[in-house]
């Protein structure tokens, strides 16, 4: 009896959505470790949540394969190799290789009708049809960035981090560096994220513009749209850093170094005074960054990502390199809720580099870039999937016990 072929029609270019990632793992193109299968929840409105294996390498270095695969590279670099599926202790600056329990197995590029997956060890064959290549891109998820660990996806053969080359089949390895804070992890836990695209495609300044006068992107600190005169766009639509509020209020973070480790397991568990050094709103509304330290501030603008837009926000260049500001990208389909909901803020993860570095309120600090969703995803970021951050103000990660700022 022949079997039903499903087929997966991309016809736009863009990131695909839960219902396309989806279909993908069930082509077998996103697969993960047989004890460990995918779990529903690991599905996001535009990406999939990737976990971490059974064991850890502490490394020397960090690296980039190139001409080898990651674990023949790890195999040369490596200390000392120890398993996670208990638990284990990260210590901070030190540089660790964790292979992931999902695989990439990404179809070459054929011209449509061509069957890319055909059926080889799953029971239902799926037929990609599209015109682009697909490739992959991984970030950092909120809370990982927001505890100053520092990861980057390492695929073999790679000379770039987070990025996926069509056609990439084989195993993802995660680099992990806690920078501010131990941090126990075990098996399972998810520090990271992927995004597939089909083609590649970015809004122009013109499109950013666009979307802003018809469907608000960004709002002030009253949750009005600003108006479009005001919205300062350059390759991105750049938004700026929020130093400004009422006597004694607080408006930033510092991590405290030192402290005790923290279990990613126990979720609003931590006493905040116990890891960060408040920072209080000063008349003169600018602030001294001290070299290698850790800090968390918020966006004084509001944003919001349509239903029909994803987006990465990425740190901005300063032409200097003083300043690193966001480690975890990602903003999800629904982040912020409808343009009547008035936006939520981005929190910014910053560090200053070698020299002491000032900051004013009101200094740009990122750039959000967009890309449109292939199709509108099933579900959107937001309170019906529980998601951690929305409508956030001035937030911590999830593990401290805290009220929004």
Not at 120 to 138: G, M, Q, R
Not at 193 to 207: A, K, N, V, W
Request: hydrophobic share 35%; aromatic share 10%; glycine share 8%.
């Amino acid at each position: 009896m022949t079997k039903e072929i499903e087929e997966v029609f991309l016809r736009t270019k863009g990131i695909l959505p839960v219902q396309k990632l989806r279909k993908l793992a069930k082509a077998g193109i996103i697969r993960s470790d047989s004890n460990y299968p995918l779990q529903d929840n690991q599905f996001q409105p535009n990406s999939i949540d990737l976990r971490l294996g059974a064991k850890a390498y502490r490394v020397r270095c960090s690296f980039l394969p190139e001409d080898e695969t990651v674990q023949s590279k790890v195999d040369k670099l490596k200390q000392y190799e120890f398993s996670i599926e208990d638990g284990a202790v990260l210590e901070p600056n030190c540089v660790y290789i964790i292979p992931l329990l999902e695989q990439l197995h990404l179809p070459g590029h054929v011209p449509p009708q061509k069957t890319l997956f055909d059926g080889e060890e799953v029971s239902d064959p799926i037929k990609i049809v599209s015109d682009e290549h697909l490739t992959a891109k991984a970030n950092p998820k909120s809370t990982t960035g927001r505890l100053d660990i520092f990861t980057r996806v390492i695929t073999d053969h790679s000379h770039r981090f987070e990025e996926i080359r069509s056609g990439y089949s084989g195993n993802l390895y995660l680099e992990v560096v806690p920078k501010s804070f131990p941090i126990q992890v075990r098996t399972g836990q998810r520090l990271n994220q992927l995004r597939i695209r089909h083609g590649y495609t970015l809004l122009s300044d013109q499109d950013i513009l666009r979307t802003h006068h018809s469907d608000p992107l960004l709002f002030d600190e009253q949750g009005d749209a600003i108006p479009m005169d005001e919205i300062k766009v350059s390759n991105g639509l750049f938004m700026s850093v929020n130093l400004h509020g009422d006597e004694g209020q607080i408006v930033g973070y510092k991590a405290k170094k030192h402290r005790d480790l923290i279990n990613l397991e126990n979720v609003n568990h931590y006493s905040v005074e116990d890891f960060w050094e408040p920072i209080y709103y000063q008349k003169d509304d600018h602030l001294i960054l001290e070299p290698e330290a850790f800090y968390i501030f918020a966006s004084k603008e509001r944003c919001r990502i349509p239903t029909h837009l994803a987006a990465e926000m990425i740190a901005y260049d300063t032409g200097s390199g003083e300043l690193r500001t966001h480690y975890a990208g990602f903003f999800d389909s629904g982040f912020g809720g409808s343009a009547e909901a008035g936006g939520a803020r981005a929190v910014l993860e910053v560090r200053s580099h070698d020299v002491p570095f000032l900051i004013e309120d009101g200094q740009t600090f990122c750039s959000m870039k967009f890309e449109p969703n292939t199709e509108i995803p099933e579900f959107v970021y937001g309170t019906e999937i529980k998601s951690n951050y929305q409508g956030q103000g001035l937030k911590l990660g999830k593990h401290f016990k805290q009220e929004d700022e």
